[in-house]
């Protein structure tokens, strides 16, 4: 398998990962109780695989041999707030479309979830995309097995 084929790979599973969290959060807060979202998860979700894929493949150059560990982690933290907020953006687009004739539709559907997603996602999905980086970086340097 190529290279860039396993960063690519790396970067899906480790929004899966951040996805899994997500969920775990979800539940803790009790926001699971209300089980009408399940079409802005789902949304979500799409949003979050395709912007892992797409910036992991688009990555791939930046952790070159040239690279050190330092920029891939700073790198792969990037990726996973960059990711983070594709993954809002997509699944709030869902209500934002639907209540596209209301007033203020664009600040109750696109703009609140994102302030609450981005204010609750932040701290993890940094640590996850500098765990990505860091993984990445290992695995096109040979260090892993």
């Known amino acids: 398998m190529s290279s860039r084929k396993s960063t690519v790979l790396v970067s899906c599973l480790f929004a899966t990962i951040g996805f899994v969290i997500q969920l775990v959060i ?3 807060t009790g926001f699971a109780a209300r089980l009408d ?3 802005h998860v789902a949304t979500s979700v799409v949003g979050l695989l395709l912007s892992a894929a797409i910036l992991g493949y688009l990555s791939h150059g930046y952790f070159s041999r040239k690279s050190n560990r330092t920029r891939a982690i700073i790198l792969g933290a990037s990726i996973g707030w ?7 953006l ?3 687009s869902v209500e934002y479309f639907r209540h ?4 203020f539709a664009f600040g109750n559907y ?3 979830p994102t302030f609450w997603v981005i204010f609750i996602g932040t701290i993890p999905s940094l640590v996850i ?3 990505f980086g860091n993984t990445a970086w290992r695995k096109l340097h040979k260090e892993l097995p």
């Not at 960059?82 to 809002?88: R, S």
């Not at 596209?100 to 007033?103: A, G, I, M, P, R």
């Open 26 to 28: 979800v539940l803790a």
């Open 37 to 39: 979202f399940v079409e």
């Open 82 to 88: 960059v990711a983070l907020w594709a993954q809002v």
């Open 90 to 92: 997509f699944g709030s």
């Open 100 to 103: 596209l004739h209301e007033n």
């Open 110 to 112: 696109v703009v609140k």
């Open 129 to 131: 995309g500098g765990i």
